[in-house]
């Protein structure tokens, strides 16, 4: 069988939800290659057999941590000479998707983006204009480099036998141009990851002001879900930028995606209407979110999102 | 300092986005085109740095005829001239060979920064920084919220999902920018009259020096099969609260077994 080129994205030694959605989704297209890169990555190998990758290649080089992107584009565009894998596949999300753009010009490649699917012959689906059209696209130039949405294969485990193979990787000087110093964490842990969370809660200009986001980050906890906000509430500087959903934000598919005092323009339906199932809650019955909701309610959001966090908390007992 | 500027002309997000039937292409007749508003962004942060000591801001975009509209809105918010690669041969071409004919064209301007919007509104892809580092061998800082210039050096905030990454690197260097960068000005009226008379270079494919056997629909490395429009979601269950708003909502969810 093919070999498959799986990066895997992971967070000092654990891997993200979406590394182990890839791996499955490279099952159904050959023999899934892991390849773990930088700090934490022998931690990050030993987690990944479990999932079906047959090799894994490691490597914890300094550079790849120190310098942003192209050192890790590199190792990739060393294994593809090495290897000469079927495809690669990369998570997409923002690094994920600069690796693959630098690895499609060191390799002559074509490249796809935010991919939902790929059938066997490397056909990928896309969604695109906010999910609006639907486009089977192909890679017509060298080896597929494809870089897949989070939430697009259900992960599931089956043992591989996840040979681990150390990379030795060289460096050039233009790997090295822009160094990271600095790491800052402004966001407050305990929450999923906004791309990869099944269930994400966003918050709209109707919440008022910062504070009431405590609401929102409320109903998110009791579902376990991430927290998302609309253009308006980011733009007034209630939440954080880098929790902004839709078509200058962040692109979300989860499960379920409930809509809190978001009115729906259409800056904000383009980075959430793939979500599975849609809840929407706000006083005016006239939003055009509603339009788009499975279930809508129409009431007070300061009386209805306590009401409900307090049900789902019972719920769960 | 000599600043360019990327910008993209991009069907407008609130017109109904099309791809042709024909060639499977962008439908970019037929809509209201306006500039990629992330590169706004773009255009007034190098228009702060050269504002803040000197040099010039060259605006450049590739695209069809009408992109001149496009350009025309950067010069007025203050940009000093303007490239324009335009040619036919160019159609179709996918991210990839875009950023081969940008760096072709990038190879006759002289610069210490080049700045872009993190991403246009139309692919969404996110990587036109990450291609022309990798074509030029200039340093890649994407992503930027904030972008600090000092002497031979330029720093900045690049967004991660829980907070943010400083990165720094020598000029020349290739930067992306995020909306929270900046409040980007509107054109005044002087600026709208002066954007006519300012330098407009349009180059075609042979006088940017681009292969032409390297561009274009046919030759694309990547290319869409079929695709087809969606029907919009349908409006599901609309319910008034009546005080049991809250556990409306949470019987919904467990009948989906959500909850």
Known sequence: ?317 | MNIVVLVKQVPDTWAERKLNADDKTLDRASVDVVMNEIDEYAVEEALKIKEAGEGEVTILTMGPERAIETIRKALSMGADKAVHLVDDALKGSDAVQTSYAIAKVLETLEYDLLICGSEATDSRMAIMAALLSERTGKPQLSGARKVTVEGGNVKIERQTDNGYDVVEAATPAIVSVVEKINEPRYPSFKGIMAAKSKPLTTLTIADAGIDAAQVGLAAAPSQVVEFANKPPRQAGQIVKDEGDGGSKVAEYLASQKIV
Request: proline share 5%; hydrophobic share 45%; aromatic share 4%.
């Open chain 1, 1 to 317: 069988m093919a070999e498959i080129l799986v990066l895997v994205d992971h967070v000092e030694g654990t891997p993200k939800k979406a590394s182990y959605e890839l791996l499955t989704l490279a099952r159904s297209l050959g023999e899934p290659s892991a390849v773990v890169l930088g700090k934490g990555a022998s931690a990050a190998a030993e987690k990944v057999g479990a999932y079906g990758a047959e090799k894994i290649y490691v490597s914890e080089a300094e550079e790849l941590s120190a310098y942003l992107v192209a050192p890790k584009a590199s190792v990739l565009a060393q294994l593809v000479a090495d290897k000469s894998p079927a495809a690669v596949l990369i998570p997409s999300n923002a690094e994920g998707k600069e690796i693959a753009a630098r690895l499609a010009v060191k390799t002559g490649s074509g490249l796809l983006t935010d991919a939902v699917g790929i059938t066997p012959e490397f056909v990928a689906e896309q969604q695109i204009f906010g999910g609006a059209v639907a486009v089977q696209a192909k890679v017509a130039t060298g080896t597929p480099i494809i870089t897949v949405r989070p939430n697009s294969t259900a992960p599931s485990e089956q043992a591989g036998a996840g040979t681990v193979e150390q990379v030795t990787a060289t460096f050039t000087d233009a790997d090295k141009a822009a160094r990271v110093v600095d790491s800052v964490v402004e966001a407050k842990g305990g929450r999923p990851d906004l791309g990869e969370a099944s269930i994400v809660v966003s918050g709209g200009r109707g919440m008022g002001n910062a504070e009431n986001f405590s609401i929102v980050e409320a109903l998110a906890d009791s579902l376990g879900a991430a927290v998302g906000a609309s253009r308006a509430a980011t733009d007034a500087g209630w939440y954080p930028h880098q929790n902004q959903v839709g078509q200058t934000g962040r692109t979300v598919s989860p499960q379920l995606y409930v809509a809190v005092g978001i009115s729906g323009a259409i800056q904000h339906r383009a980075g959430m209407q793939t979500s599975k199932t849609i809840v929407a809650i706000n006083k005016d019955p006239e939003a055009p979110i509603f339009e788009l909701a499975d279930f809508g309610l129409v009431g007070d959001l300061f009386t209805v999102v306590p009401q409900l966090t307090e049900e789902i908390t019972k719920r769960k007992g």
